[in-house]
């Protein structure tokens, strides 16, 4: 169990708050294939201030999906406390987070993101000005630093913690790293060790394995999973059950990615229409794909497609095409939580 404030999530296993990627849709599959925690992507304080329709619609919440995390991003303090008050008392959401670890530029250079981690003399202040102001609990994302000069992980998570922060999500990467590199696990556990509230770990988690070596090298009260996930939920189940009881349930079979990947462009086009949601899902086709034989050659043809029957057309004729040609070449049994309708 990971409890955050007045949550508790039944285990472990945290979905990163990945932008463009985790709406409803993917959040609801990921949930259902028993992710403890499912994070939103993250929203402009300023945008939900100015009440803009495209951001508010980001605010939705599946009760499904609970419990919930939605994580909001900003430079300024009066307005990440005006957007969380709007999401304390107008969304079903479990937990506010706030996001200082978006490394992108056109976000930091409006002192947002990452920007915070080079300020840990006014995260406090700002955290505590957030806390007072709403009732659900409060955690902030961060990376580990600002560059390799400038790491001050420590420092940092221990203000959020005075003030009045009730977890914080470290990836064991600087700004500057983006993603390349490798995640530091040794400065995630000194912020583990130095705090009293939960500390999640996250970088460089892409199998159940990775998992439990996180949680044993850094003692952290949770694992967040991001890029892992893409396209693969069955990461987040086998890790589950992995922590769980030792044991790794067989990977998914083409069929069953294939349904899945149906399942969620059927979500999607229910949240946005299908013109925006099936050229939203060409790059999640992809991630679905990857590793089946003969996938590149269809993800060019999925490229192409602007409507939900082409897609599933192409996408079924190419997993019989699969099954009839390498009927031998099993890529396992399907996994027990094939129960998604």
Not at 261 to 268: E, N, S, V
């Amino acid at each position: 169990m990971l409890k955050i404030g007045n949550v508790e999530a039944p285990n472990k296993v945290v979905l990163a708050p990945m932008a463009g990627v985790c709406n409803p849709a993917f959040r609801l599959i990921a949930k259902e294939f028993g992710t403890g925690l499912v994070c939103a992507e993250m929203v402009s304080d300023k945008a939900i201030v100015h009440g803009n329709s495209r951001s508010m619609e980001m605010l939705y919440v599946d009760e499904r999906e609970k419990p919930l995390s939605l994580q909001i991003f900003g430079g300024d303090t009066e307005t990440l406390v005006q957007a969380a008050r709007i999401v304390d008392q107008q969304t079903n959401a479990d937990i506010i987070d706030i996001n200082m670890g978006c490394p992108v530029p056109k976000i930091t250079k409006c002192d947002a993101g990452a920007r915070w981690l080079l300020q840990p003399d006014k995260i406090e202040e700002m955290i505590s000005t957030v806390v007072k102001a709403v009732s659900k609990p409060v955690t902030v994302k961060m990376r580990i630093g600002w560059d390799a000069e400038h790491i001050y992980a420590v420092e940092n998570a221990k203000a959020v913690e005075r003030g009045g922060g009730s977890a914080v999500s470290v990836h064991g990467r600087t700004r500057e790293q983006l993603y390349t590199g490798k995640a530091d696990w040794d400065i995630i556990r000194e912020v583990k060790q130095a705090l009293s509230i939960p500390v999640i770990g996250n970088g460089d988690v892409v199998t159940p394995e990775d998992a439990k070596r996180m949680l044993d090298m850094t003692g952290v009260d949770g694992v967040m999973i991001g890029r892992g996930a893409l396209g693969n939920p069955w990461m987040l189940y086998r890790t589950v059950k992995y922590l769980e009881n030792g044991e790794l349930p067989a990977e998914p079979t083409p069929e069953e990615k294939i349904r899945i990947a149906i399942l969620h462009m059927d979500r999607l086009i229910a949240l946005k229409g299908e013109n925006v949601a099936v050229k939203e899902m060409r790059k999640h086709m992809a991630w679905y794909l990857k590793g089946l034989t003969g996938a590149a050659r269809v993800k060019d043809v999925l490229m192409e497609h602007v409507k939900r029957d082409d897609m599933v057309r192409t996408l079924n004729d190419f997993v019989d095409h699969l099954v009839t040609n390498a009927a031998d070449d099993k890529a396992g049994a399907p996994v027990e939580t094939a129960i998604l309708h």
